[in-house]
């Protein structure tokens, strides 16, 4: 079992390669490939040093698998090459999530759906993740009509640059913005590119990965994306319309049997999900939950996952496991 981590040297690159371990994913060699100005760079991980390779070198090894997260640019030029000579591709990035044929997985809710064909398998965005980990249960039982989210996002899941801006601001240096402004002490409602229609990207994402996801297209989903001055850990604050009438115990039942989804919900003990909770964690907290007194069949939660992991390398892990167990690769 031969694994190519594409991205190796990055944020969620090096999560990557820290999870494959942790989840003891069998393999025989590990690649690290990177940009061509990396190239030859030795990295360590664990106590063993790896020499970063490029792409095509990587290609001609033909490995099993290939975790890509090194951008939307460099999968949709790569990632076809890689399927080519029979790799199975796990991208990171939003090239390939909306296309037809190409399956978006998050396995707790749709792995089944993949079989040895799959030869480009598509990561979710981190806040989609961590939104249909909770909305999927209850969907099952009350079907959703419309997803009110407002997303509270850690500035690492705009890279390692975005990092540096916050330290830099906190230390009061200096240096790289990435941020149209400075993001410590402050509240950016910006994430991704604005679009004609007033949206950002990452919003757009939000409502369509969504309806892939679940595979329904009546699903009515709006959002606005925040950049908040945390380091690590997505929150959203949901509000779901569901058809149905729902029963505020079952919610919780449903929510605590989901599995990958952790109910913190105590506010006598001020027990409610939170970034700092869920940083190393893979789980996704939900809390919060109550009634909508305002409209019919409909429930308010708080929900915060680690976009590094849950949001981005472990759920790539959790989809190399289930090919793996499967026998699909």
Known sequence: MKIAVVGASGLVGREIMKILDEYKIPYSQLITVASPKSVGIEQ???????????NEHT???????????????TSREWAPKYAAVGTT?????????????????????????LSKEDKIIANPNCSTIELVMVLFPLHLKYKIKRVVV???????????????????????????????????????????EFLPSGYTTEEVKLV???RKILSDQTIQVT???????????????????????????????LLNNMKGVVVLDDPSKNLYPMPILAQG??????????????????????????????????????????????NLV
């Open 150 to 192: 407002s997303t509270y996002q850690a500035v690492t899941g705009t890279g390692l640059k975005a990092k540096r801006q916050l330290e830099n601001e906190r230390m009061g240096m200096s240096g790289e913005m990435v941020y149209p402004y400075p993001i410590d002490m402050n509240l950016l409602p910006h994430g991704g």
């Open 59 to 73: 290609v001609a090894m033909k490995p099993d698998i290939a975790i890509f997260s090194a951008g939307a640019d």
């Open 223 to 253: 959002a606005t994306v925040v950049r908040v001055p945390v380091f690590i850990g997505h929150s959203e604050s949901v509000n779901i319309e569901f058809k149905n009438e729902f029963d505020i115990d079952e919610v919780r039942f």
């Open 44 to 54: 360590d991980f664990n106590g063993k040093n790896y020499t970063l390779q490029d």
């Open 89 to 113: 591709v796990i991208d990171n990035s939003s090239a390939w999530r909306m296309h037809e044929g190409i399956p978006l997985i998050v396995p707790e809710i749709n792995g089944s759906i």
């Open 281 to 326: 964690k893979d789980e996704v907290f939900v809390g919060r939950i109550r009634r909508d007194e305002s409209n019919p069949n409909s429930l308010n939660l708080f929900i915060v996952s680690d976009n590094l992991r849950k949001g981005a390398a472990t759920n790539a892990i959790q989809i190399a496991q289930y090919l793996i167990r499967g």
């Open 208 to 210: 369509n990965e969504t």
